[in-house]
């Protein structure tokens, strides 16, 4: 079964950093769109970061530019956020997930465009 495990979350202070792992069960995963999205407790899901099989495009929402970034290993199976200077508004639940095929991020932050969905990893920015 196709499966996406995150890992990496834990509590940090405002302003610390947290990179956050997403593993790929299939290698075929590495030829599809990986996104990062985020959901905290009473709001919508919504999408953080998008990238491209070989990593040539990326994309960041407004409220993370600047401070996220995403990367992937395919030859670890492995999908990366890196978060820096974290805000207490960053703290959610993240999840990565997978596209059903491969796209250039655009309108990425449609849950519907993802098949695969991992259990989430909890992200915790409090003093």
């Known amino acids: 079964q196709l499966q996406l495990v995150e890992s990496g979350g834990g509590l940090v202070q405002p302003g610390g950093s947290l990179k956050l792992s997403c593993a790929l069960s299939?290698?075929?995963?590495?030829?599809?769109?990986i996104a990062w999205f985020r959901q905290a407790p009473g709001k919508e899901r919504e999408g953080v970061s998008c990238i491209t099989s070989a990593g040539r495009v990326t994309k960041h929402a407004d409220s993370v530019k600047g401070r996220f970034t995403i990367s992937r290993d395919n030859a670890k199976n492995t999908v990366y956020l890196q978060m820096n200077n974290l805000k207490p508004e960053d703290t959610a639940t993240y999840y990565c997930?997978?596209?059903?095929?491969?796209?250039?991020?655009?309108?990425?932050?449609?849950?519907?465009?993802?098949?695969?969905w991992g259990q989430g990893t909890q992200v915790t920015v409090s003093s």
């Open positions: 299939e290698f075929t995963l590495n030829f599809n769109t």
């Open positions: 997930a997978a596209a059903g095929t491969a796209f250039y991020c655009s309108d990425y932050d449609l849950p519907d465009k993802y098949s695969y």
